[in-house]
Protein backbone atom coordinates (compact mmCIF):
# COMPACT_ATOMS: atom_id res chain seq x y z
CA UNK A 1 0.00 0.00 0.00
CA UNK A 2 0.77 3.59 -0.49
CA UNK A 3 1.34 4.42 3.57
CA UNK A 4 3.89 3.55 5.53
CA UNK A 5 3.63 1.20 8.59
CA UNK A 6 5.18 2.23 11.55
CA UNK A 7 6.25 0.10 14.76
CA UNK A 8 3.41 -0.19 16.89
CA UNK A 9 2.26 -3.71 17.34
CA UNK A 10 -0.43 -5.20 19.27
CA UNK A 11 -0.23 -9.24 19.44
CA UNK A 12 -2.41 -11.73 20.46
CA UNK A 13 -2.13 -13.71 23.39
CA UNK A 14 -2.39 -17.02 22.62
CA UNK A 15 1.11 -17.90 20.55
CA UNK A 16 -0.71 -20.08 18.04
CA UNK A 17 -3.00 -16.90 16.63
CA UNK A 18 -0.24 -14.72 17.81
CA UNK A 19 -0.22 -11.76 15.18
CA UNK A 20 1.42 -8.44 14.41
CA UNK A 21 -1.30 -6.08 14.09
CA UNK A 22 0.66 -2.88 12.58
CA UNK A 23 -0.50 0.45 13.19
CA UNK A 24 -0.73 2.74 11.05
CA UNK A 25 0.80 6.51 10.67
CA UNK A 26 -1.21 8.86 13.23
CA UNK A 27 -0.37 11.49 10.15
CA UNK A 28 -2.32 9.76 7.48
CA UNK A 29 -5.68 10.98 8.84
CA UNK A 30 -4.16 14.58 8.91
CA UNK A 31 -3.70 14.74 5.24
CA UNK A 32 -8.02 15.05 4.57
CA UNK A 33 -7.35 13.26 1.34
CA UNK A 34 -6.84 9.47 0.51
CA UNK A 35 -3.70 8.16 -0.34
CA UNK A 36 -4.10 4.72 -0.83
CA UNK A 37 -4.18 4.82 -4.83
CA UNK A 38 -1.90 7.02 -7.03
CA UNK A 39 -2.98 9.04 -9.84
CA UNK A 40 -1.70 6.36 -12.20
CA UNK A 41 -4.77 3.89 -10.85
CA UNK A 42 -7.65 6.54 -11.42
CA UNK A 43 -5.98 6.90 -15.30
CA UNK A 44 -5.86 3.05 -15.52
CA UNK A 45 -9.66 3.05 -14.45
CA UNK A 46 -10.81 6.01 -16.59
CA UNK A 47 -9.15 4.01 -20.16
CA UNK A 48 -11.61 1.09 -19.33
CA UNK A 49 -14.28 3.71 -19.35
CA UNK A 50 -13.45 5.21 -22.20
CA UNK A 51 -12.93 2.02 -23.89
CA UNK A 52 -16.30 0.61 -23.48
CA UNK A 53 -17.83 4.73 -24.40
CA UNK A 54 -16.60 5.10 -27.37
CA UNK A 55 -15.40 8.60 -29.11
CA UNK A 56 -18.71 10.00 -29.00
CA UNK A 57 -20.01 9.98 -25.20
CA UNK A 58 -19.41 11.42 -21.97
CA UNK A 59 -19.48 10.04 -18.40
CA UNK A 60 -21.10 12.02 -15.82
CA UNK A 61 -20.65 10.45 -12.14
CA UNK A 62 -22.10 12.12 -9.06
CA UNK A 63 -20.48 11.91 -5.63
CA UNK A 64 -23.07 11.79 -2.34
CA UNK A 65 -24.55 15.19 -1.05
CA UNK A 66 -22.98 16.62 2.59
CA UNK A 67 -24.33 14.36 5.73
CA UNK A 68 -27.48 15.46 7.26
CA UNK A 69 -26.46 14.62 10.49
CA UNK A 70 -23.32 13.99 12.91
CA UNK A 71 -22.23 10.54 10.97
CA UNK A 72 -19.22 9.91 9.13
CA UNK A 73 -19.19 10.92 5.70
CA UNK A 74 -18.37 8.28 3.52
CA UNK A 75 -17.97 8.94 -0.20
CA UNK A 76 -20.37 6.53 -2.71
CA UNK A 77 -18.27 3.59 -4.00
CA UNK A 78 -18.57 4.31 -7.42
CA UNK A 79 -16.98 8.14 -7.32
CA UNK A 80 -14.60 7.43 -5.14
CA UNK A 81 -13.57 4.51 -7.47
CA UNK A 82 -13.13 7.14 -10.26
CA UNK A 83 -11.31 9.78 -8.52
CA UNK A 84 -10.58 9.27 -4.57
CA UNK A 85 -12.42 12.21 -3.90
CA UNK A 86 -14.48 12.54 -0.42
CA UNK A 87 -15.93 16.28 -0.81
CA UNK A 88 -19.69 16.05 -1.24
CA UNK A 89 -21.48 17.52 -4.09
CA UNK A 90 -18.82 16.54 -6.24
CA UNK A 91 -19.18 15.53 -9.75
CA UNK A 92 -16.78 13.65 -12.34
CA UNK A 93 -17.14 13.72 -15.92
CA UNK A 94 -15.03 11.14 -18.18
CA UNK A 95 -14.89 12.85 -22.29
CA UNK A 96 -14.74 9.88 -24.04
CA UNK A 97 -14.75 12.52 -27.23
CA UNK A 98 -10.94 14.18 -26.36
CA UNK A 99 -9.93 11.02 -23.54
CA UNK A 100 -9.83 14.15 -21.12
CA UNK A 101 -11.20 13.90 -17.17
CA UNK A 102 -12.23 16.82 -15.42
CA UNK A 103 -13.47 17.48 -12.11
CA UNK A 104 -16.07 19.69 -10.37
CA UNK A 105 -15.66 20.59 -6.83
CA UNK A 106 -17.74 22.80 -4.65
CA UNK A 107 -16.72 25.81 -3.77
CA UNK A 108 -14.77 26.47 -0.44
CA UNK A 109 -17.50 26.54 2.33
CA UNK A 110 -15.94 28.29 4.80
CA UNK A 111 -18.75 27.66 7.94
CA UNK A 112 -18.55 23.77 7.32
CA UNK A 113 -14.50 24.08 7.69
CA UNK A 114 -14.49 26.13 10.67
CA UNK A 115 -17.00 22.88 12.24
CA UNK A 116 -15.64 20.32 10.72
CA UNK A 117 -11.87 20.79 9.19
CA UNK A 118 -10.01 21.02 5.41
CA UNK A 119 -12.15 19.81 3.02
CA UNK A 120 -10.87 19.70 -0.53
CA UNK A 121 -12.41 22.47 -3.09
CA UNK A 122 -12.59 23.79 -6.21
CA UNK A 123 -10.06 26.02 -4.66
CA UNK A 124 -7.74 23.38 -4.57
CA UNK A 125 -6.80 22.67 -8.15
CA UNK A 126 -3.27 22.18 -8.26
CA UNK A 127 -3.48 19.76 -5.14
CA UNK A 128 -6.44 17.88 -6.71
CA UNK A 129 -4.64 17.25 -10.10
CA UNK A 130 -1.60 16.11 -8.52
CA UNK A 131 -3.61 13.33 -6.19
CA UNK A 132 -5.53 12.24 -8.78
CA UNK A 133 -4.43 12.98 -12.23
CA UNK A 134 -7.54 14.58 -13.90
CA UNK A 135 -6.88 17.12 -16.78
CA UNK A 136 -9.10 19.79 -15.29
CA UNK A 137 -10.60 20.81 -11.59
CA UNK A 138 -13.51 23.42 -12.13
CA UNK A 139 -16.26 24.72 -10.04
CA UNK A 140 -19.48 23.05 -9.52
CA UNK A 141 -21.17 26.53 -10.34
CA UNK A 142 -20.05 26.22 -14.27
CA UNK A 143 -22.36 23.37 -14.23
CA UNK A 144 -25.33 25.29 -13.78
CA UNK A 145 -25.37 25.58 -17.56
CA UNK A 146 -25.11 23.86 -21.01
CA UNK A 147 -23.83 20.45 -18.90
CA UNK A 148 -22.39 18.10 -19.91
CA UNK A 149 -20.06 20.91 -22.14
CA UNK A 150 -20.07 21.23 -26.12
CA UNK A 151 -22.58 18.41 -26.95
CA UNK A 152 -24.03 17.29 -30.34
CA UNK A 153 -26.67 15.61 -31.28
CA UNK A 154 -24.80 12.45 -31.85
CA UNK A 155 -22.90 12.52 -28.51
CA UNK A 156 -24.31 10.15 -25.68
CA UNK A 157 -24.36 10.59 -22.25
CA UNK A 158 -23.50 7.71 -19.73
CA UNK A 159 -24.57 7.79 -16.53
CA UNK A 160 -25.24 5.18 -13.29
CA UNK A 161 -28.63 4.34 -13.32
CA UNK A 162 -28.03 2.17 -9.72
CA UNK A 163 -28.48 3.66 -6.34
CA UNK A 164 -24.82 4.62 -5.09
CA UNK A 165 -23.88 2.49 -2.17
CA UNK A 166 -22.41 4.36 0.86
CA UNK A 167 -20.85 2.78 4.44
CA UNK A 168 -22.83 -0.54 4.90
CA UNK A 169 -24.67 -0.80 1.67
CA UNK A 170 -25.47 -2.79 -1.89
CA UNK A 171 -26.87 -2.21 -4.39
CA UNK A 172 -29.92 -4.69 -3.79
CA UNK A 173 -30.56 -3.40 -0.11
CA UNK A 174 -30.76 0.38 -1.73
CA UNK A 175 -32.87 -1.02 -5.09
CA UNK A 176 -35.41 -2.73 -2.10
CA UNK A 177 -35.70 0.61 0.21
CA UNK A 178 -36.14 2.86 -3.11
CA UNK A 179 -38.62 0.88 -4.06
CA UNK A 180 -40.01 0.79 -0.88
CA UNK A 181 -40.05 5.06 -0.38
CA UNK A 182 -41.66 5.15 -4.33
CA UNK A 183 -44.07 3.11 -3.45
CA UNK A 184 -45.31 4.77 -0.16
CA UNK A 185 -48.41 6.66 -1.16
CA UNK A 186 -47.39 9.61 1.94
CA UNK A 187 -43.65 9.72 0.32
CA UNK A 188 -43.28 8.75 -3.01
CA UNK A 189 -39.60 10.49 -3.63
CA UNK A 190 -37.38 8.96 -6.60
CA UNK A 191 -33.63 8.03 -5.89
CA UNK A 192 -30.73 10.72 -5.99
CA UNK A 193 -29.28 8.75 -8.93
CA UNK A 194 -33.05 8.72 -10.44
CA UNK A 195 -32.90 12.38 -9.80
CA UNK A 196 -29.65 12.98 -11.86
CA UNK A 197 -30.71 10.47 -15.11
CA UNK A 198 -34.01 12.48 -15.03
CA UNK A 199 -32.08 16.00 -15.23
CA UNK A 200 -29.91 15.01 -17.68
CA UNK A 201 -32.28 14.17 -19.96
CA UNK A 202 -34.27 16.89 -19.56
CA UNK A 203 -31.50 19.99 -20.05
CA UNK A 204 -30.22 16.94 -22.96
CA UNK A 205 -33.24 16.46 -25.42
CA UNK A 206 -31.11 15.72 -28.14
CA UNK A 207 -28.88 13.50 -26.48
CA UNK A 208 -29.33 9.59 -25.47
CA UNK A 209 -28.44 9.09 -21.91
CA UNK A 210 -27.49 5.35 -21.08
CA UNK A 211 -26.65 3.52 -18.07
CA UNK A 212 -22.77 3.29 -16.81
CA UNK A 213 -23.48 0.64 -14.46
CA UNK A 214 -22.67 -2.25 -16.54
CA UNK A 215 -19.31 -1.13 -17.40
CA UNK A 216 -18.32 0.20 -13.76
CA UNK A 217 -19.06 -2.82 -12.75
CA UNK A 218 -17.48 -5.07 -15.24
CA UNK A 219 -13.96 -2.82 -14.27
CA UNK A 220 -14.86 -3.21 -10.37
CA UNK A 221 -14.74 -7.26 -11.19
CA UNK A 222 -10.97 -7.56 -11.20
CA UNK A 223 -8.77 -5.93 -7.98
CA UNK A 224 -5.83 -4.23 -8.23
CA UNK A 225 -2.97 -5.40 -6.03
CA UNK A 226 -3.81 -1.83 -4.40
CA UNK A 227 -7.51 -2.79 -4.00
CA UNK A 228 -6.34 -6.25 -2.60
CA UNK A 229 -3.90 -4.86 0.05
CA UNK A 230 -7.09 -2.92 1.83
CA UNK A 231 -9.19 -6.07 1.87
CA UNK A 232 -6.70 -8.20 3.15
CA UNK A 233 -6.01 -5.90 5.90
CA UNK A 234 -10.00 -5.47 6.33
CA UNK A 235 -10.14 -9.58 6.67
CA UNK A 236 -7.14 -9.65 8.76
CA UNK A 237 -9.03 -7.29 11.31
CA UNK A 238 -12.45 -9.09 10.49
CA UNK A 239 -10.35 -12.28 11.76
CA UNK A 240 -8.74 -10.57 14.56
CA UNK A 241 -11.99 -9.47 15.91
CA UNK A 242 -13.38 -12.72 15.79
CA UNK A 243 -10.59 -13.90 17.99
CA UNK A 244 -11.77 -11.79 20.04
CA UNK A 245 -15.18 -12.21 20.47
CA UNK A 246 -14.30 -16.16 20.31
CA UNK A 247 -12.46 -15.62 23.31
CA UNK A 248 -14.89 -13.41 25.32
CA UNK A 249 -17.77 -15.89 24.79
CA UNK A 250 -19.10 -17.51 27.70
CA UNK A 251 -22.91 -18.54 29.45
CA UNK A 252 -24.48 -14.91 30.39
CA UNK A 253 -22.19 -12.62 27.91
CA UNK A 254 -24.78 -11.06 25.91
CA UNK A 255 -24.15 -11.19 21.72
CA UNK A 256 -23.93 -7.17 21.77
CA UNK A 257 -20.86 -7.99 23.88
CA UNK A 258 -19.50 -10.23 21.23
CA UNK A 259 -20.03 -7.26 18.74
CA UNK A 260 -18.27 -4.81 21.15
CA UNK A 261 -15.21 -7.13 21.53
CA UNK A 262 -14.86 -6.87 17.59
CA UNK A 263 -15.43 -3.91 16.92
CA UNK A 264 -12.89 -2.84 19.31
CA UNK A 265 -10.45 -4.44 17.39
CA UNK A 266 -11.41 -3.05 14.43
CA UNK A 267 -11.63 0.64 15.54
CA UNK A 268 -7.77 0.55 17.55
CA UNK A 269 -6.48 -0.66 14.06
CA UNK A 270 -7.58 2.25 12.02
CA UNK A 271 -11.39 0.73 10.49
CA UNK A 272 -13.33 3.65 11.42
CA UNK A 273 -16.80 1.93 9.94
CA UNK A 274 -18.60 -1.45 9.58
CA UNK A 275 -18.95 -3.27 6.14
CA UNK A 276 -22.04 -4.27 7.50
CA UNK A 277 -24.41 -4.24 11.13
CA UNK A 278 -22.51 -7.06 13.21
CA UNK A 279 -24.46 -10.70 12.87
CA UNK A 280 -23.83 -11.86 16.07
CA UNK A 281 -26.60 -14.61 16.81
CA UNK A 282 -26.53 -17.39 19.83
CA UNK A 283 -29.54 -20.11 19.87
CA UNK A 284 -31.32 -21.73 17.07
CA UNK A 285 -33.95 -19.25 16.58
CA UNK A 286 -31.49 -15.99 16.35
CA UNK A 287 -29.18 -17.91 14.11
CA UNK A 288 -32.00 -19.03 11.67
CA UNK A 289 -32.60 -15.44 10.85
CA UNK A 290 -30.10 -14.57 8.40
CA UNK A 291 -29.32 -11.29 8.76
CA UNK A 292 -30.41 -10.99 12.71
CA UNK A 293 -28.88 -7.52 13.49
CA UNK A 294 -30.66 -7.23 17.28
CA UNK A 295 -27.72 -8.90 19.20
CA UNK A 296 -29.69 -8.26 22.12
CA UNK A 297 -29.86 -12.09 23.76
CA UNK A 298 -27.89 -13.82 26.71
CA UNK A 299 -25.62 -16.55 25.52
CA UNK A 300 -26.88 -19.68 26.67
CA UNK A 301 -24.53 -23.10 27.68
CA UNK A 302 -25.36 -25.37 24.92
CA UNK A 303 -26.20 -23.17 22.40
CA UNK A 304 -23.92 -22.51 18.91
CA UNK A 305 -23.06 -18.35 18.24
CA UNK A 306 -22.83 -17.48 14.72
CA UNK A 307 -21.02 -14.28 13.95
CA UNK A 308 -20.44 -12.67 10.46
CA UNK A 309 -18.85 -9.27 10.86
CA UNK A 310 -16.47 -7.60 9.43
CA UNK A 311 -15.08 -3.55 8.93
CA UNK A 312 -14.72 -0.74 6.16
CA UNK A 313 -10.99 -0.20 6.57
CA UNK A 314 -10.54 2.80 4.23
CA UNK A 315 -13.84 1.83 1.67
CA UNK A 316 -12.26 -1.83 1.19
CA UNK A 317 -14.23 -4.46 3.59
CA UNK A 318 -14.44 -8.20 3.94
CA UNK A 319 -16.98 -10.47 5.04
CA UNK A 320 -16.74 -13.85 6.88
CA UNK A 321 -18.32 -15.74 9.65
CA UNK A 322 -17.56 -18.88 11.96
CA UNK A 323 -20.24 -20.93 14.67
CA UNK A 324 -18.69 -21.87 17.97
CA UNK A 325 -20.03 -23.27 21.19
CA UNK A 326 -21.06 -21.34 24.21
CA UNK A 327 -19.36 -23.15 26.63
CA UNK A 328 -16.40 -24.03 25.32
CA UNK A 329 -17.71 -27.74 23.59
CA UNK A 330 -19.70 -28.45 20.73
CA UNK A 331 -22.80 -30.60 20.93
CA UNK A 332 -22.33 -34.11 19.11
CA UNK A 333 -24.88 -33.28 16.60
CA UNK A 334 -23.40 -29.68 16.26
CA UNK A 335 -19.97 -31.27 15.81
CA UNK A 336 -21.31 -33.29 13.25
CA UNK A 337 -23.23 -30.81 10.74
CA UNK A 338 -20.11 -28.58 11.16
CA UNK A 339 -17.20 -30.75 10.58
CA UNK A 340 -19.23 -32.04 7.32
CA UNK A 341 -19.96 -28.05 6.22
CA UNK A 342 -16.12 -27.43 6.40
CA UNK A 343 -14.99 -30.68 4.37
CA UNK A 344 -17.12 -28.97 2.11
CA UNK A 345 -15.56 -25.73 2.06
CA UNK A 346 -12.20 -26.86 2.37
CA UNK A 347 -12.98 -28.89 -0.90
CA UNK A 348 -14.08 -26.03 -2.46
CA UNK A 349 -11.08 -23.61 -1.44
CA UNK A 350 -8.49 -26.50 -2.89
CA UNK A 351 -10.12 -26.34 -6.27
CA UNK A 352 -10.84 -22.79 -6.54
CA UNK A 353 -8.52 -21.24 -9.27
CA UNK A 354 -8.03 -18.89 -12.07
CA UNK A 355 -9.48 -20.23 -15.66
CA UNK A 356 -12.09 -22.26 -14.21
CA UNK A 357 -16.29 -21.59 -14.07
CA UNK A 358 -18.15 -21.54 -10.91
CA UNK A 359 -19.84 -24.75 -12.21
CA UNK A 360 -16.34 -26.31 -12.86
CA UNK A 361 -15.95 -26.14 -9.74
CA UNK A 362 -19.29 -26.88 -8.32
CA UNK A 363 -18.89 -29.76 -10.31
CA UNK A 364 -15.35 -31.08 -9.25
CA UNK A 365 -16.48 -30.67 -5.57
CA UNK A 366 -19.21 -32.55 -6.15
CA UNK A 367 -16.89 -35.58 -7.56
CA UNK A 368 -14.58 -35.16 -4.37
CA UNK A 369 -17.32 -35.15 -1.79
CA UNK A 370 -18.48 -38.54 -2.80
CA UNK A 371 -15.86 -40.42 -0.70
CA UNK A 372 -16.15 -38.53 2.05
CA UNK A 373 -20.16 -38.17 2.05
CA UNK A 374 -20.07 -42.30 1.81
CA UNK A 375 -17.99 -42.62 4.85
CA UNK A 376 -19.35 -40.02 6.86
CA UNK A 377 -21.52 -41.18 9.88
CA UNK A 378 -24.73 -39.17 9.72
CA UNK A 379 -27.00 -39.76 12.99
CA UNK A 380 -30.23 -38.33 11.44
CA UNK A 381 -31.25 -38.76 7.95
CA UNK A 382 -32.50 -35.75 8.03
CA UNK A 383 -28.70 -34.17 8.60
CA UNK A 384 -27.31 -36.93 5.51
CA UNK A 385 -30.21 -35.14 3.09
CA UNK A 386 -29.40 -31.80 4.64
CA UNK A 387 -25.34 -32.40 3.72
CA UNK A 388 -26.31 -33.94 0.02
CA UNK A 389 -28.37 -30.90 -1.21
CA UNK A 390 -25.26 -28.52 0.35
CA UNK A 391 -23.11 -30.28 -2.40
CA UNK A 392 -26.04 -31.08 -4.33
CA UNK A 393 -26.29 -27.42 -4.81
CA UNK A 394 -23.56 -26.02 -3.83
CA UNK A 395 -25.03 -24.42 -0.88
CA UNK A 396 -24.25 -20.63 -1.76
CA UNK A 397 -20.59 -21.51 -1.23
CA UNK A 398 -19.63 -19.63 -4.14
CA UNK A 399 -21.51 -16.04 -2.84
CA UNK A 400 -21.02 -12.56 -4.03
CA UNK A 401 -18.32 -10.67 -5.28
CA UNK A 402 -17.04 -8.55 -2.03
CA UNK A 403 -14.76 -5.51 -2.68
CA UNK A 404 -16.01 -1.34 -2.01
CA UNK A 405 -19.51 -3.42 -1.04
CA UNK A 406 -19.60 -6.03 0.81
CA UNK A 407 -21.99 -7.27 -1.68
CA UNK A 408 -20.20 -5.56 -4.12
CA UNK A 409 -21.02 -5.13 -7.53
CA UNK A 410 -18.12 -6.81 -9.90
CA UNK A 411 -19.84 -9.88 -11.56
CA UNK A 412 -17.19 -13.24 -11.73
CA UNK A 413 -19.68 -16.04 -12.27
CA UNK A 414 -20.18 -15.25 -16.27
CA UNK A 415 -16.54 -16.72 -17.30
CA UNK A 416 -13.48 -18.12 -16.02
CA UNK A 417 -11.90 -17.52 -12.48
CA UNK A 418 -9.60 -14.52 -13.44
CA UNK A 419 -6.13 -13.59 -11.22
CA UNK A 420 -7.80 -10.73 -8.88
CA UNK A 421 -11.11 -12.01 -8.46
CA UNK A 422 -12.94 -11.55 -4.61
CA UNK A 423 -15.52 -13.46 -3.69
CA UNK A 424 -16.83 -15.12 -0.04
CA UNK A 425 -16.78 -18.66 -0.11
CA UNK A 426 -20.02 -19.41 1.91
CA UNK A 427 -21.49 -23.00 2.28
CA UNK A 428 -24.82 -23.15 4.29
CA UNK A 429 -26.52 -25.82 5.37
CA UNK A 430 -30.49 -25.83 6.25
CA UNK A 431 -32.00 -28.48 8.59
CA UNK A 432 -35.29 -27.24 8.23
CA UNK A 433 -37.29 -29.48 10.47
CA UNK A 434 -35.39 -28.42 13.22
CA UNK A 435 -34.95 -24.82 12.06
CA UNK A 436 -31.04 -25.47 12.06
CA UNK A 437 -29.05 -22.86 9.93
CA UNK A 438 -25.16 -23.45 9.62
CA UNK A 439 -22.13 -22.14 8.07
CA UNK A 440 -18.42 -20.89 7.28
CA UNK A 441 -17.93 -17.85 5.30
CA UNK A 442 -14.32 -16.68 4.04
CA UNK A 443 -13.14 -14.08 1.68
CA UNK A 444 -10.76 -14.98 -1.05
CA UNK A 445 -9.00 -13.47 -4.02
CA UNK A 446 -8.07 -15.51 -7.02
CA UNK A 447 -4.43 -15.77 -7.35
CA UNK A 448 -2.33 -16.97 -10.73
CA UNK A 449 -1.49 -20.32 -8.45
CA UNK A 450 -5.03 -20.68 -6.97
CA UNK A 451 -6.15 -18.60 -4.27
CA UNK A 452 -5.34 -17.04 -0.95
CA UNK A 453 -7.65 -16.90 1.99
CA UNK A 454 -7.48 -13.88 3.63
CA UNK A 455 -8.27 -15.34 6.94
CA UNK A 456 -6.52 -18.65 7.05
CA UNK A 457 -5.11 -17.53 10.38
CA UNK A 458 -8.93 -17.72 12.10
CA UNK A 459 -9.39 -21.03 13.66
CA UNK A 460 -11.53 -22.91 11.37
CA UNK A 461 -11.19 -26.83 12.86
CA UNK A 462 -13.88 -27.21 15.92
CA UNK A 463 -11.03 -28.60 18.61
CA UNK A 464 -9.23 -25.03 17.89
CA UNK A 465 -12.57 -23.37 18.08
CA UNK A 466 -13.39 -24.95 21.22
CA UNK A 467 -10.16 -24.15 22.42
CA UNK A 468 -9.96 -20.50 21.24
CA UNK A 469 -13.58 -20.26 23.09
CA UNK A 470 -12.05 -21.57 26.90
CA UNK A 471 -9.70 -18.66 26.62
CA UNK A 472 -10.54 -15.39 28.37
CA UNK A 473 -11.16 -12.13 26.14
CA UNK A 474 -11.35 -8.16 26.57
CA UNK A 475 -15.46 -8.66 27.74
CA UNK A 476 -13.60 -11.13 30.82
CA UNK A 477 -11.14 -8.05 31.29
CA UNK A 478 -12.83 -5.46 31.40
CA UNK A 479 -16.25 -5.99 32.61
CA UNK A 480 -19.61 -3.67 32.02
CA UNK A 481 -19.98 -1.17 34.68
CA UNK A 482 -22.34 -2.45 37.55
CA UNK A 483 -23.20 1.01 37.85
CA UNK A 484 -27.58 0.80 38.71
CA UNK A 485 -29.72 2.83 37.03
CA UNK A 486 -32.99 2.54 36.73
CA UNK A 487 -35.82 5.18 34.15
CA UNK A 488 -36.55 7.64 37.16
Wanted: charged share 25%.
Amino acid sequence: MATSLVGSEMCIRDRKYCLIITAFCSTLWSQHYQVDFPPDEFQERWRGVFDHIGEDAVAVVQGIPLTNGFIMPRQSNAFYYLSGIESPHAYILLDGREKKVTLYMPPKNERLERSEGRILNADDKGLIKNLVGVDAVKSTEEMRENFPPDMKRSTTIYTMFTPAEGQGQSRYELEVANASIASDSWDGRISREGRLVQLLKLRNRNNEVKDLTPIIDNLRSVKSPREIALIRRASQLAGLGMIEAIKSTEPGVWEYQLDGAARYVFLINGARLEAYRSITASGIKNISNGHYYRNDSQLKSGDLVLMDYAPDFRYYVSDIGRMWPVNGTYEPWQRELLQIILEYRNVVLDISRPGLTTDEILDEARERMKPIMKDYKFSKQIYKEAAEKMVRTGGGVLSHPVGLAVHDDGPYRYGPLKVGHVFSVDPQMWVPKENLYLRYEDTIVVTENGNENFTDFLPSELDDLEALTRQKGIVQQFPPNKMKWNYK
